[in-house]
């Protein structure tokens, strides 16, 4: 085995955050932008979040869910309102005071004393008020429900301390609403969107996530229940990928989402909510990336298939740019994860090499390279972004394939890849739960300082409640470490709590988090 | 010819102000939030944008466009730079001035007066100057341009006089940004994007549209040139449905946008931009919309076949509904377009007839109903809405066609009738538009207070510049007239001049406008 020249400058396993960082800057994926807390989506980066939003957009109409459009601002009287019913409100917004901008007189600009709006406008940090707003005009009687809505918007929770993707201060998602008759309808409906996140991360992100119940102290503020998605980064850590909330009746009191029943009384809906955001683009870096850069799954690659021609600038480019053009027409004839291929023909000035590393950091897929040799022996030489390595040699792992050969296995390779990409996030998850730590002391070795990326340890508790339940998270939070989530489809518990010594009752992951 | 009942409360003829707003009502399509100056985009209405989005996004991308997204708040200091370079600097936008809500000790919120922040941040109006910020930083060299970028994103402009979908506080939009070598580059690249807008215009849209250049009091502040594309709305008024913009390099000198030439020497781009925005939406009511309500073009139909089965809530019911479904999945499998049908099976509780207007409102190109008698001689009943009413008799003009017949046929009359919308708003157009108007007197009887919906009127002008302009264009305020564009495709001026009685040098619009 030969040592192999990565194509970062820095490894996962030396600086997690800081490989992080390059991964995102390499593949031209976003960078700050100046204003506190927001950051710029380039093209590469957008274009996986407009895959990821077309595939999930899929999942949400197939369920019957129509998607609708809310405004950006929020009265302040809603927060007001919405702070009577919930405790831990979170108080952190963007707040529009002024319409309008005058000159100072001194060169500058201020915001205009006479336009000051009576009441403020809030940005929305979620649009929960002025959707049951909206709820509680539409629904009339029982045959307006369900009303299942989906919105996708920007939001803004001011962030004093931002990580591009994972906490800025405006960041993108789509947001569930929606309304039934009974708590049955509505829980329903809280672990269809669950089950929908599910599929989505498996399928389309090829992210391995575990599906289970929040603990109460974990819980959307207000709601009876939160569900989510937890995916494992490949250091160890725990990140959330998507919740489900369950409301129960008392957003529908607040916001007064009433209906006539079938017997022809006035009724409160029960509400649930459900979201993802861009949040998934940092999961799937920390998931999928390697220290050669970002990996893609192909369902959400936007190019799936890059094409390089090797051109010299002189007479013979054009005949190259030919066949190539013509191989990328040949691909687009081919259909994976029942959609037409993306192929791009990357035709730009510029070496060949240097842009076969550009998109290795960009994490395309699949990247063909076409020479005059190539082109004459009807060939193509392929390189897969999973095994993009010789162990023998450290080379990269170039595939001389016939070129009709190819175009006839590309989508075939592209599933490939695709399921590879969760089997080894899968595998590597799996390798990093332990499941049998019953003592504190346990705990505290599995997760010591000195282990770099411990994993997450699934435990067995007595799901204490109340002031119990505060002091065993106080107990967690000393380690930095936090409770995840209940699992749906754990085994039953058969022992002790971890923390009470009581009989445990279920199963819930421990672990650091994002 | 029987007096037929339409659908509407009020019809274009009576009131078009007033019919826009029940046409908006009652096709569900948006409605008042609550929220001054912004809007609820309903499902029905949101599809419909969607629609378009999808249909234009596939036009920008085809021309090599990168999608992207830029931050939602703009420093207020770019405005200051900005304020420097243009004189016609528009200052209604919406300032945050505080990251933070505190309880104010009396049950209320306000802003926190310890989290004022040092410079307040703008919700965006438009995006120039922070793409700009971005150009600058991603060009170094010619080879990294053409630089074109696009963003799909909500803006705020701060209204006080609010219409729904043609002028919000808060709209959504697509802004195109470009960055070239050369003046050449640019103006291919601004007319592109014209050309673009007219064929989303007329191909998906259904809509006929003036595609010429705006004179210089129209121009964006700061531009060289600015082009748009003109709708005639069935009242007579102009509608400027999309601006493309030459910004010369004045811009880049603003953002420091440059790159290093072929040469080696440092120079500065030239950029363009170009946007259309949910005022497309309001211009489709406007142009397509009758007396029925609306009727929208089957490329944008979020629904293209509505199937309103005849249920009576008894055991005959499931067979209907398994022939309605069986209907469903044999149009599915149809395409129009380029793109497979979009078919809802109405099944919701409620009586069929009270369906059917509820189509014919928000109008779904194919109403197809389907009662136990026609599914005995597998057949369906067919409303057109683009033919909707038997004139004979006064009564909705079914066709009873043979089920696989209609399958068949579906994708080309659906065809037909997106034809049929364009063709009709042409001609009405073109019904509309006077070409022979020399005097000022002809101009004020052509728009005389007393004439409902005059319509257009193309005159020859000597394109005064300057004061000159100024005092044309007061002549044309005193008369609530505006210039709105010189058409690209006109005769050569042949006569003089309509205001300045010098020789003409080309022809121009004059409407009353949106
Ligand atoms: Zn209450
Ligand atoms: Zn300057």
Redesign the pocket.
């Known amino acids: 085995m030969t040592a192999i020249r990565h194509a970062l400058s820095i490894t996962r396993d030396a600086d997690f955050a800081q490989w992080y960082q390059e991964v995102i800057a390499s593949a031209d994926m976003a960078e700050e932008s100046g204003v506190r807390g927001c950051m710029v989506i380039k093209p590469w980066g957008w274009g996986i979040w407009e895959r990821m939003q077309a595939l999930l957009d899929r999942r949400i109409k197939a369920a019957g869910v129509q998607n609708a459009y809310f405004p950006l601002f929020i009265p302040l009287g809603n927060f007001v309102r919405e702070a009577?019913?919930v405790e831990g409100f979170a108080k952190e917004m963007a707040v529009v005071t002024h319409h309008r901008l005058i000159a100072d007189g001194k060169g500058g600009l201020v915001p205009d004393p006479e336009a000051k709006l009576e009441e403020p406008l809030i940005v929305r940090p979620t649009s929960e008020t002025i959707i049951g707003d909206a709820m509680s005009r539409w629904t009339q009687s029982w045959r307006d429900l369900p009303l299942m809505l989906n919105q996708w918007a920007n939001v803004v929770r001011w962030e004093m301390r931002t990580r591009m993707f994972l906490r800025t201060s405006e960041f993108l998602w789509q947001e569930g609403h929606t309304a039934h008759e009974s708590r049955d309808d509505a829980m329903a409906e809280t672990l269809r969107a669950l089950e929908m996140y599910q599929a989505f991360a498996e399928e389309d992100v090829a992210l391995p996530v575990i599906v289970g119940e929040k603990p109460a102290n974990e819980r959307f503020p207000g709601a009876v229940g939160t569900w989510s998605i937890e995916a494992m980064m490949q250091d160890g850590k725990a990140l959330q990928a998507g919740t489900s909330h369950y409301l129960g009746t008392?957003f529908a009191?607040?916001a007064n989402i009433r209906f006539q029943d079938r017997e022809g009384s006035q009724q409160l809906c029960h509400t649930t909510s459900w979201g993802v955001s861009t949040r998934m683009v940092g999961a799937m870096i920390m998931a999928h990336g390697d220290d050669d850069g970002l990996r893609v799954p192909p369902a959400l690659a936007p190019f799936q298939v890059v094409i390089v021609p090797m051109l010299r600038e002189d007479d013979g480019d054009a005949a190259i740019l030919e066949y190539c053009a013509g191989l990328r027409a040949a691909l687009l004839q081919q259909s994976a994860f029942g959609e037409p291929l993306r192929v791009l023909l990357d035709a730009k000035p510029g070496k060949a090499a240097a842009k076969r590393w550009d998109w290795v950091r960009k994490g395309a897929p699949l990247i063909v390279e076409v020479g005059p040799r190539d082109m004459e022996n009807g060939k193509v030489a392929v390189l897969r972004r999973d095994a993009l390595w010789n162990l023998d040699n450290g080379k990269p792992a170039f595939d001389f394939a016939a070129k009709d050969e190819f175009v006839t296995n590309a989508a075939a390779v592209l599933q490939q890849i695709q399921q590879f990409l969760f089997d080894e996030a899968h595998a590597r998850r799996e390798a990093n739960i332990v499941r049998d730590i019953d003592t504190i002391e346990a705990l505290d070795a599995f997760f010591a300082a000195d282990k770099r990326y411990p994993g997450w340890a699934e435990v067995q508790w007595s799901r204490p409640e109340g002031g119990a339940l505060d002091k065993v998270v106080e107990q967690l939070k000393a380690r930095k470490l936090t409770f995840r989530n209940v699992p749906l489809d754990a085994e039953p518990a058969n022992g002790a709590c971890l923390f009470t010594g009581e009989p445990a009752v279920e199963r819930i992951y421990v672990a650091r988090a994002y």
């Open positions: 009577e019913h008392s009191d607040a």
